[in-house]
């Protein structure tokens, strides 16, 4: 059964400082996988789609990579700002395309 | 715009009050579905649909139903509401095998 596990769970940074936050999957046949952005008690906002026929997807300051193979995901987040604090989640489609399984996901704040 | 809206967006209610929280889509998106989200155990798939009149369980379906009469609606009804079913509830859409859209979530308090 597919899995999905974010690494680190919180992460505190100062402003204008370039990170990354890692998502880990056990089952590599998915066909894409998604980013979300959630802020407090808030819905989940779509970030950026990786075909698993793409290795990199961008957005803005925003870079996520994809390794099928090895069972990987990175977000980068160039230049973050204090507007970026909220929770990161990454999801992939279970084995029968029917559901998304998501990761606890990566609470990130963002201090000026 | 496009978007996915839920209906109502806060609602405490009392144990074995039914309740329909709604859910629509103005992206003409055949896969509909409903999760919820609890602190600690992330977010679980309750009901999906692949299109009007297909449903099908997700991983929590138990004490939830759903509909799917047009493709737009996909409404989440609790046939009578206990306290483990206080979570806050989302539903998405997307077109089959491609990015999924959430609505802005309704928080469910059952007393």
């Known amino acids: 059964k597919q899995e999905v596990t974010q690494i680190p769970a919180a992460l505190s940074v100062p402003e204008g400082e370039n990170l990354v936050l890692n998502c880990s999957f056990t089952?590599?046949?998915?066909?894409?996988l998604q980013w979300f952005r959630q802020d407090p008690g808030k819905g989940l906002t779509s970030l950026l789609l990786i075909q698993s026929s793409q290795r990199e997807q961008t957005s803005g300051r925003l870079n996520a990579s994809l390794d099928k193979s090895s069972g990987r995901s990175t977000l980068y987040i160039a230049a973050s700002q204090p507007g970026d604090s909220a929770t990161y989640l990454c999801a992939v489609p279970n084995q029968a395309g029917t559901a998304l399984i998501f990761g606890k996901g990566t609470t990130l704040s963002v201090s000026s | 715009e496009a978007q996915v809206t839920q209906n109502p967006r806060y609602l405490i209610t009392v144990t074995g009050k039914k309740l329909t929280v709604t859910c629509s889509q103005n992206?003409?998106?055949?896969?509909m579905s409903w999760y919820r989200q609890d602190p600690g155990l992330g977010l679980r798939q309750i009901y999906y649909s692949m299109n009007v009149e297909v449903t099908d369980k997700g991983d929590v379906p138990e004490g939830y139903k759903v509909s799917r009469k047009e493709k737009r609606n996909f409404p989440l009804i609790l046939e009578s509401p206990s306290p483990n079913q206080t979570s806050l509830y989302f539903c998405?859409?997307?077109?089959?095998?491609?990015?999924?859209?959430f609505g802005p979530g309704t928080r469910l308090t059952v007393t």
């Open positions: 089952d590599s046949a998915i066909y894409n």
């Open positions: 992206m003409n998106h055949e896969y």
């Open positions: 998405a859409s997307s077109p089959l095998g491609y990015e999924q859209y």
